[in-house]
Antibody, heavy 118, light 107 residues
Framework: EVQLVQSGAEVKKPGESLKISCKGS????????IGWVRQMPGKGLECMGI????????RYTPSFQGKVTISADKSISTAYLQWSSLKASDTAMYYC???????????WGQGTMVTVSS | EIVLTQSPDTLSLSPGERATLSCRAS??????LAWYQQKPGQAPRVLIY???NRATGIPARFSGSGSGTDFTLTINSLEPEDFAVYYC?????????FGGGTKVEIK
């Protein structure tokens, strides 16, 4: 079965760092782009950036550039999204999704809820 | 950045009725447009890609049309499980962008 499994929910304080993960299975992980999508409470979907695990080529949506880091380790079929200093406004559900090019984001992780509160 | 505007914000319909959702792009995206469905507490799932192609396992009552800047998602004869939020997404230019969503609710 082709799937993406994300790490569990996190509760953090402002200023803390965080790295969440997304593990792929059932397909050639290095050969497909992985995207990260933010959904703030009660709001819509925003693409944060994408990474090609095969060579770690990464693209960021301008509004997220410099605020998060996207990385991948193809040897363990895992992509990551990390923050160095969280803010309350980072509270959201974060999804990873396989970007199958013209087929769209065709496989989604279950989401990781990140709550940032003092 | 290409802005996608979806309308209406909310569509109130009864099971069995037809739903017509609109997505308008701020500049041409050719047919590089996808539609997603999201139910409460679930991740989105792709319904339509390349404007008019149904994704694997998507029922035939879902159809997409359009090109350039104007796109439509049609759901013929709404089933109870179709009441959800629908998003369009373009991949013509980076960054990839989503529309704000249309909620299809039970009337």
């Amino acid at each position: 079965e082709v799937q993406l499994v994300q790490s569990g929910a996190e509760v953090k304080k402002p200023g803390e760092s965080l790295k969440i993960s997304c593990k792929g299975s059932g397909y050639r992980f290095p050969s497909h782009w992985i995207g990260w999508v933010r959904q703030m409470p009660g709001k819509g979907l925003e693409c944060m950036g994408i990474i090609y695990p095969g060579d770690s080529d990464t693209r960021y949506t301008p509004s997220f550039q410099g605020k998060v880091t996207i990385s991948a380790d193809k040897s363990i079929s895992t992509a990551y999204l990390q923050w160095s200093s969280l803010k309350a406004s980072d509270t959201a559900m974060y999804y990873c999704a396989r970007d199958n090019q013209q087929d769209g984001f065709d496989i989604w992780g279950q989401g990781t809820m990140v709550t940032v509160s003092s | 950045e290409i802005v996608l505007t979806q309308s209406p914000d909310t569509l109130s319909l009864s099971p069995g009725e037809r739903a017509t959702l609109s997505c308008r792009a701020s500049q041409s995206v050719n047919t590089y447009l996808a539609w997603y469905q999201q139910k409460p507490g679930q991740a989105p799932r792709v319904l339509i890609y390349d404007a008019s192609n149904r994704a694997t396992g998507i029922p035939a009552r879902f159809s997409g049309s359009g090109s350039g800047t104007d796109f439509t998602l049609t759901i013929n004869s709404l089933e109870p499980e179709d009441f959800a939020v629908y998003y369009c997404q373009q991949r013509r230019n980076w960054p990839l962008t989503f529309g704000g969503g249309t909620k299809v609710e039970i009337k």
